[in-house]
């Protein structure tokens, strides 16, 4: 597939984004001073779920919703730059990186015909909440970002629920 076929379809359809394009307006801050770390998985969308639309939170995703050093540098712009008082972290139902360990992980990608992988940690977790709990303390504890409010949550794939875990 040639560099214009794998992103024609997408392209083709900025086009009639652009022409109905309405959020030039929009700031940069974050409206409702609100960041929201979540999966990168496909079946989450992070506005609907939360009732928000453009302009409203800042939204950061990796495999997992895991607070990554990245996500931590990420966090002190949103918070000092860009309006952020109060940060959620999603994490969800049925989530290959809380549902195997590391090997089981490193096995897949190897049997779908990937390199080895030994030496990525992909931070996968077999207890969801603890994992949850333990980011969400990261964040707390972390001298740069002080005063937040900062929750974990588990968002539920089957109903579109969302509960808090602390
Ligand atoms: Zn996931």
Redesign the pocket.
């Known amino acids: 597939m040639s560099s214009d076929e794998a992103f024609s379809d997408v392209l083709q359809a900025n086009e009639a984004h652009a022409a109905q394009f309405k959020l030039a307006a929009l700031e940069g801050n974050a409206a409702k001073g609100l960041a929201v770390l979540t ?1 990168m ?1 496909s079946r989450i969308d992070p506005l609907g779920m939360l009732g928000l639309k453009p302009g409203d939170a800042k939204i950061l995703r990796n495999a ?1 919703g895991r607070v990554t050093d990245d996500v931590l540098r990420t966090l002190v712009l949103a918070v000092y730059l860009l309006n952020v008082d109060r940060i959620m972290i999603v994490q ?1 139902t049925r ?3 809380a549902s195997g360990d590391e090997d089981d992980v490193r096995a897949a990608i190897s049997a779908a015909g990937g390199p080895d992988t030994r030496s990525l940690s992909f931070l996968t977790t077999q207890d969801q909440e603890g994992a949850i709990r333990a980011d969400v303390q990261r964040v707390q504890s972390w001298p740069y970002l002080q005063g937040l409010a900062v929750g974990g949550f588990i968002y539920d794939l089957g109903d579109g629920r969302i509960r808090r875990v602390c």
Do not use: E
Request: net charge neutral; hydrophobic share 15%; glycine share 14%.
């Open positions: 999966c998985d997992g969800h989530c290959k990186m």
